[in-house]
DNA sequence: ATGGTAGGTACCCTA
């Protein structure tokens, strides 16, 4: 790490050669900016892109900007207006799959296997968009709630039944939970706002511990300093403000976690212009 | 204590 901008805890930082770089964005609709996609693509280079909240149907998925960039491989689950969920890759991809949870096709989970001879293939990729959970953090009050609980419980059990528990996986994706203190502005003053209540965290824990994925980013930025990808569009000023959370994400299984060779959270895509998506982009590189 | 903005869709839902 060079970088020592307060603000800016995790910097772009070029991509160790040979190292297979996979990032995670909530794009809030990837036809409105599917300009700032390319972007990320033109500027971070990730092998694989994984997107939520495309909000597009499978069929009006915007797959050109992709093509002309050389991502010939892709994974959709999505559907009209709502969630929705993308694997985007320029290595080969197999065995793509849209897995549904708490019987509902609502396109919140697609997964894929790396394919081809080169020293990523056989890594399995989850991309995922946990419910957001609504206002209430009640599960007796508030269906979007109790939706959340399930389905990251659900998951709990769902992932480790996969087939061999060693191998080599990643998970990405909008979990919509900010699991430690330092991952929100105010502890104290979240810890009944959903994204940051002990009953949620203690979900996302459990499906942690479920197969023991390392926290691919915190990895590289100690627990006790702030560390956000999402930052609400409802602020006068989110720069001044700077009012995060950590909703973003990145794991890996242990086979995994020793080639890990750095993180990015791209702070300042929270910026880029006309329309910047509420997220940031967030990516993990793998040495062979 | 409240309301603030954004996207997709269709006049209201979700975040």
Redesign the pocket.
Known sequence: MTSVDAADPLPAQPKPPGALRIATWNI??V???ADLVGQLLDTAAPDLLCLQ?T??PDGLFPLEPFRLRGYRWHALAGM????GVAILSRLPLEGAAVHDHCGRQDCRHVAATIAGDGPAAGIEVHNLYV????DVPDPAANE?FAHKLDFVGELTGWLPAQGDPGRRRVLVG?L?IAPLENDVWSHKQMLDVVSHTPVEVARLAAMQQSLEWVDAVRHFVPADRKLYSWW???A?DWVVSDRGRRLDHVWVTPPLADRLAGATVLRPARGWQP?PS?HVPVWVDLTP
Not at 131 to 134: A, D, E, H, T
């Open positions: 809030n609709s036809r409105l900016r909240e909000k597009v009209k207006a709502y969630n419910p957001s959970g609504g979007k909008d919509n609400s569009y409802r006068r329309k509420d």
